[in-house]
């Protein structure tokens, strides 16, 4: 199966480039296997930058953005990223929990943070990596909470946030059923465990849909969308290192 998704993938880039979109996204649907063949948890994405990164300085903060890809496009625009922030952003496109899960050593444990701000559950959805249902997806949080908790680090779980087909169909493969359902998990969870609840959601919806001003294409905010979702981190992220760790 690998060499096969390698061998359309040459064939594709061996063509002369094509106007058309739906071309365009039959490849970058391709590579995106690829990767999830060959590197199925994004091992490598952060890799090296990891390894490069020194440790925070004494009384710094650090925090680490753990998420899908509504935290790899955060900062990518105008808005950037936390400006004067000692934040990391450790979000890969097209990831899941489980995903994330497997990573969440190197790319959060391993780089020493107070908090880690953990963002998914949209993907899962979709069904990127296999079918998933509410109770798979919440094995998985309830998995990287542990660990960030075991290891001396405070747990800031973001909501799903919602889509739109305001520009493409999407709410077929993410209903909006599901995310209020899943939100309302994560919301019951951290409440149960003494973690905190990051509420994008509920800025960035109209009803149970993505507002259309807030979002690039239904499902990634747009400048506007990320600068309303900055505060609530923000926030989230003091009253997290407020709270005492339990030891």
């Avoid at 290891?151 to 993410?174: H, M, W, Y």
């Avoid at 359902?181 to 993505?210: I, P």
Wanted: proline share 7%; net charge neutral; charged share 20%.
């Amino acid at each position: 199966m690998m060499w096969l998704l390698i061998g359309l993938a040459a064939m594709l880039q061996a063509q002369a480039p094509s106007p058309d979109p739906q071309i365009d996204q039959l490849e970058r649907r391709l590579a995106a296997h690829i990767r999830l063949l060959s590197d199925w948890g994004g091992l490598i994405v952060y890799g090296s930058d990891n390894a490069e990164l020194p440790p925070p300085a004494p009384g710094q903060d650090r925090v680490v953005f753990l998420g899908d890809d509504i935290t790899w496009m955060w900062g990518r625009g105008g808005a950037g990223f936390f400006p004067g922030k000692p934040y990391l952003n450790r979000g890969i496109q097209r990831q899941t929990a489980p995903q994330m899960l497997v990573r969440f050593r190197q790319d959060v444990i391993s780089l020493t943070p107070k908090v880690v701000v953990i963002q998914a559950g949209s993907n899962d959805l979709a069904g990127y990596a296999g079918p998933a249902s509410e109770g798979t997806i919440s094995e998985s949080f309830m998995s990287m909470a542990e660990l960030a908790k075991a290891n001396g680090i405070r747990v800031v779980l973001a909501s799903v946030t919602p889509v739109c087909d305001c520009i493409s169909p999407l709410t077929v493969r993410r209903p909006p059923g599901r995310i209020i359902g899943l939100n309302g998990w994560l919301k019951e969870y951290a409440t149960r465990t003494g973690s905190v609840y990051l509420d994008y959601y509920s800025v960035l919806a109209d009803g149970r849909a993505m507002k259309k001003e807030l979002t690039v294409d239904g499902l990634i905010p747009n400048e506007a969308g990320y600068r309303l979702m900055a505060p609530l981190a923000l926030r989230a992220i003091d009253q997290a290192l407020a709270q005492k760790l339990d030891h």
